[in-house]
T-cell receptor, first 113, second 115 residues
Framework: EAGVTQSPTHLIKTRGQQATLRCSPI?????VYWYQQALGLGLQFLLW???????NRGNFPPRFSGRQFPNYSSELNVNALELEDSALYLC????????????FGPGTRLLVL | AQSVTQPDIHITVSEGASLELRCNYS??????LFWYVQSPGQGLQLLLK??????LVQGIKGFEAEFKRSQSSFNLRKPSVHWSDAAEYFC?????????????FGTGTRLQVTL
């Protein structure tokens, strides 16, 4: 069974640009979580999508947004990129009947120059 | 709000030695507790989890953790460390209320293994 996949693995952007990160869940998983792992700040919860709806968001500005598609894959968009957005962005998913256990993808490393 | 403290930023042990990584949590009720491991440049792999029942839980790669409610702790242990265990380890607490399931992570403990 394939695990959680994320693309691209690396992304380089400049300040002010937009970044789009993608996540495909494990088959049968319906919820997607996004986390930011920035140097010195640890893992911070960003967003949670379930059944196509945004269910919860962390303490991040509105320029961080996303969506979940009918096939449960998800996209994270970061607008007006700032230098401090440079981080590893991790996606995690869980099954509908097993919401407590999240399985993580390998992450997308975003570098903002 | 829940929180997790991992007091050791960096630990170095010799291969074959025992290991204990500390984790303390703050949560209003009995939490879901997790340990994840992250190798350099990789995502997080679930080592083990505690939901209820037996307070000593076994995980993958020979790891175990013990939930101690009185100490609000969930320390990770391994009797004999292998060089391949060198990585960063994260303790996390999950909310139990409603449908919210976001995880709150500690800041991580980086494990170095000397040969």
């Amino acid at each position: 069974e394939a695990g959680v996949t994320q693309s691209p693995t690396h992304l380089i952007k400049t300040r002010g640009q937009q970044a789009t990160l993608r996540c495909s869940p494990i088959s049968g998983h319906t919820s997607v979580y996004w986390y930011q792992q920035a140097l010195g700040l640890g893992l911070q919860f960003l967003l949670w999508y379930d059944e196509g709806e945004e269910r919860n968001r962390g303490n991040f500005p509105p320029r961080f947004s996303g969506r979940q598609f009918p096939n449960y894959s998800s996209e994270l968009n970061v607008n007006a990129l700032e230098l401090e957005d440079s981080a590893l962005y991790l996606c995690a998913t869980h099954a509908w009947g097993n919401r407590e256990t999240q399985y993580f993808g390998p992450g997308t490393r975003l570098l903002v120059l | 709000a829940q929180s997790v403290t991992q007091p050791d930023i960096h630990i170095t042990v010799s291969e074959g030695a025992s290991l204990e990584l500390r984790c303390n949590y703050s949560y209003g009720a009995t939490p879901y507790l997790f340990w994840y491991v992250q190798s350099p440049g990789q995502g997080l792999q679930l080592l083990l989890k505690y939901f209820s029942g037996d307070t000593l839980v076994q995980g993958i790669k020979g790891f175990e953790a013990e939930f101690k409610r009185s100490q609000s702790s969930f320390n990770l242990r391994k009797p004999s460390v292998h060089w391949s265990d060198a990585a960063e380890y994260f303790c996390a607490v999950g909310a139990r209320t409603g449908t919210a399931s976001k995880l709150t992570f500690g800041t991580g403990t980086r494990l170095q293994v000397t040969l």
